[in-house]
């Protein structure tokens, strides 16, 4: 099978830091692949890296046979990504409604019937649909990031922590939410929640100073404890 | 009594006109985060452009147009050539846009010379009406009219349509609005020629006004537009437009009864609203 993306030896540069040093992953249709790596490991910058956020310096990042390296990130986007970050990137002076509009590539009737499943998928935000997204808590602005991503035709959804923050109760949501999307979305998933991670991924990469360092199944990291220590610095009860 | 309404139309009809220019200042140091000293040099180019094609065509509309068209232009070749470089980086912006004011004020002066152009008001509202011995400059009312079109014009782009959502949401995050696959450059450009256009639309209703056209009527324009920005709150286009009429008034209230006060009464206004809120009267987040 021909992966759906693929990071081939990816570099790139936050300022004057070298923050990538040699990124490699592919990511196979179909498949939820967890990103994980301690503070500071280059997580994050992977998938703004991916983006086109921070520009590759080096290396290449193909999507579906396109190579996506040297796009502007807008361009990269709408290749097929949808992209949560750490922070939501919730718009504080637009409404609900204008969040998921301003979103859309097109404004045609198969994105309003995917906005009308979201609305469904996440009844809080029916309910807050006109108001100021600046009034919702924290976890309803995680669901409206994730409705965001979802309103386009995506190829892959990029999450990056999508519990760090959040109540128990509406990590479980979000973790009940994503591995519903598992059954017809492609994701690449950055999670400092162990739990989290293993509910949902099925494959790993650990990301260490800007190179990935090794990969594998959830699973076996899951069971494998001297794994854990050495490369995520904890271990799972 | 007769005195404070004239004065009030003065000062709404000059409210008007500061207004064209602080409100596309307000949204470019709003949305695109740029101090931006061209402004009145294109209130000047505007003032230029739609005397000499009222010259060509005698025509005051297709003047109006023409001034616009050229603002317009002008701030699509300064964002894209001058302003696009130095994003982040104010010390440069402000460098690089004294630069293009100096420059571009000079070459008003090479091309129509150093000497002030008469200029006169279109026929239709040169005249004035006399109520209740009140006597009313149609052409004033004529500006008010259109600052007020103007505002609701804004209003309307900024609250009700899809430029307008994507440049609310570019003023908190440009980052974010691209990775929703926006491409924020274009959106950059055409806010940045479109606060042109609107100040070049100023500098061309304000030379029939004063009745001539000089390379040094957009300092000062520029200096109160700046205040009013300040004043209204930095990125709000409703905090110029009250701005405006409160600049507009004082301006036009103090020049009648103490002129030499007039400057003086501008910076201390400020200073008052800058002390009481320091954001300005209707401040909103402006990007660092």
């Known amino acids: ?237 | 009594m007769h005195i404070f309404i004239m004065l009030l139309i003065n000062g709404l009809a000059e409210g008007a006109l500061i207004f064209l220019m602080a409100a596309g200042l307000s949204i470019i140091l709003g949305l695109l985060g740029v101090v931006n000293f061209t402004h009145g040099t294109l209130f000047i180019w505007g003032g230029y452009v739609s005397i000499w094609i009222f010259g060509l065509t005698g025509s005051f509309i297709i003047a109006l147009v023409a001034a616009i068209v050229a603002g317009f232009a002008m701030g699509l070749i300064f964002e894209r050539l001058f302003v696009r470089p130095v994003y982040g980086n104010v010390t440069a912006q402000i460098l690089i846009t004294l630069g293009l004011m100096i420059v571009f004020t000079d070459l008003v002066r090479l091309l129509w010379g150093p000497n002030p152009i008469p200029a006169s008001r279109p026929e239709f509202m040169d005249g004035t009406w006399v109520i209740d011995s009140v006597i009313i400059s149609q052409y004033r009312i004529f500006l008010i009219i259109v600052g007020i079109l103007v505002a609701i014009a804004i209003n309307y782009i900024v609250n009700k349509t899809r430029v307008g959502m994507v440049m609310r949401a570019g003023t908190q995050s440009p980052d974010m609005v691209q990775a929703l696959g926006i491409n924020i450059k274009v959106y950059f450009s055409g806010v940045f020629a479109g606060g042109a256009a609107l100040a070049a639309l100023g500098g061309a209703l304000y030379v029939p006004l004063v009745g001539s056209v000089w390379s040094g009527m957009g300092i000062n324009n520029q200096i109160l537009a700046f205040i009013v920005v300040i004043l209204g709150g930095m990125g709000s286009y409703y905090g110029s437009a009250v701005g405006s009429i409160i600049i507009g008034l004082t301006v036009a209230m103090v020049s009648w009864f103490y002129p030499p006060l007039t400057v003086y009464a501008t910076v201390l206004l400020l200073l008052l609203v800058l002390t009481l809120r320091p954001q300005g009267l209707f401040g909103l987040a402006v990007r660092n």
Request: aromatic share 8%; hydrophobic share 45%; with cysteine.
């Open chain 1, 1 to 237: 099978m021909e992966p759906l993306l693929k990071l081939d030896n990816v570099s790139s540069f936050i300022g004057p830091f070298h923050i990538l040093q040699g990124v490699s992953l592919v990511v196979y249709p179909g498949e939820a692949v967890v990103v994980l790596g301690r503070n500071g490991a280059g997580k994050t910058t992977t998938l703004r890296t991916i983006i086109g956020l921070i520009p590759a310096s080096d290396g290449q990042i193909i999507l579906d046979d396109v190579n996506i390296s040297k796009m502007p990130p807008y361009k990269a986007v709408r290749q097929g990504i949808g992209f949560i970050p750490e922070d939501y990137g919730i718009f504080d002076f637009l409404s609900v409604e204008e969040n998921l509009l301003v979103a859309m590539w097109q404004e045609d009737k198969a994105s309003l019937d995917r906005r009308d499943y979201i609305l469904d998928l996440f009844p809080d935000l029916k309910v807050s649909y006109k108001r100021l997204a600046s009034t919702l808590s924290g976890g309803q602005r995680q669901m409206l990031s994730i409705g965001r991503a979802l309103v386009n035709d995506i190829k892959i959804i990029l999450i990056d922590e999508p519990s760090k923050g959040l109540a128990p109760i509406i990590v479980e949501k979000v973790r009940d939410v994503l591995l519903d999307f598992k059954e017809d979305k492609t994701i690449v998933l950055v999670e400092q929640n162990f739990e989290m991670a293993c509910a949902v991924g099925d494959r790993f990469y650990i990301i260490n100073e800007g190179r990935t360092v090794l990969d594998g199944a959830v699973e076996e990291l899951y069971k494998d404890k001297e794994l854990q220590k050495k490369h995520l610095g904890f271990v799972t009860a």
